[in-house]
């Protein structure tokens, strides 16, 4: 007898792609590989998964950016994977006491100018988290810290340029694959006279977190030197550093500077800049879309999305 699909159910596999952010080719390597999920077929022979198979793809998807590996998590029932969710809630508790207390101990050596302890605190705070919460729980919140601080003179300049050197230093030896054969690319760079690279090295770190292939140019790019490099890459998306620092601005100098990478282009591309502000971009020939991003949560989500860079080059 045939089975009969029920179409309140009729989920498609790019919603499932989606809920375990992963592309729809590994959603179709699983099933064969490991038989994560078991669809049914439509009459047209595509496949369909029921709201059962929608809440196990958020779990895994969960527990997956947790670091958890897919075969681990392929033979477990859906109350197993409800399970080990609010265990891993329970580790980030206690990930998040054990970070509290380590940045407390880096800004107390700080205060003193111990740079062998602020260097101890960040080198065991890196090899004791995953990279993204190196990023998100310490990195960032230690930066917008120290940057109140000294605004409060609290801190002095020095101190800040202190723990800005021994990050960059720190997020440098983070070592992540660069899966060069991966369809998600980007170049990452910062324009002509921007010189803050530490917005691009963890835009870095987030790109190959979530599997997309870099090439990382570095800081203080020529519109005609990045435009040229990028004909050569074949890389269709640019992200760029964009923060405004007492020798760069963002408002005066960003258009200009699109206007001039444009007439270098041979193809198509995306340019997503990273800590800007909206402003009245012109119609460009060869710059399809710009699109800001305000902060590092909305870029790892858009990175995280399978779904991005097939829409970018439609």
Known sequence: MKKVVIMKENIGISVISKAC??????????????????PDRASNGQRVYSRLDLERAKLIGSLLSKGVSISKLSPLTLDELKEMVQSTKEIVVECEDFVSASVKNLFANLQD???????????HLRLN?????????????????????????????????????????????INLPNFTDSDSKVILATPDGNLHELSILIAD???????????????????QCLGEATNA????????????????????????YLKELD?????KITV?????SELEFPKFKNIKEVRVVKDFESFDNLMLNPNFFLNSYL
Not at 113 to 123: C, R
Not at 238 to 254: A, L, N, Q, R, T
Not at 272 to 276: A, E, M, S, Y
């Open 21 to 38: 952010g992963v592309k729809v080719h590994s959603i179709r390597t699983w099933e064969t590989r490991y038989q994560v999920f078991s």
């Open 113 to 123: 100018y111990k740079i062998d302890g602020v260097l101890a605190e960040l080198q």
């Open 129 to 173: 988290t995953s990279s993204k919460d190196f990023i998100f729980k310490v990195v960032l919140p230690v930066m917008q810290e120290i940057g109140m601080k000294v605004a409060r003179d609290d801190f002095s300049v020095t101190q800040e340029h202190i723990i800005s050197t021994l990050i960059r230093d720190q997020i440098a030896q």
């Open 205 to 223: 770190i987030l790109c190959r977190s979530n599997r997309v292939s870099t090439s990382y140019l570095g800081a203080s790019h020529p519109a």
């Open 233 to 256: 890459l074949k890389i269709e998306t640019i992200v760029m550093g964009v923060v405004s620092s007492d020798k760069w601005d963002y408002g005066k100098s960003m258009i200009s």
């Open 263 to 267: 007439k270098y282009l041979d193809i």
């Open 272 to 276: 997503i800049l990273g800590g800007g």
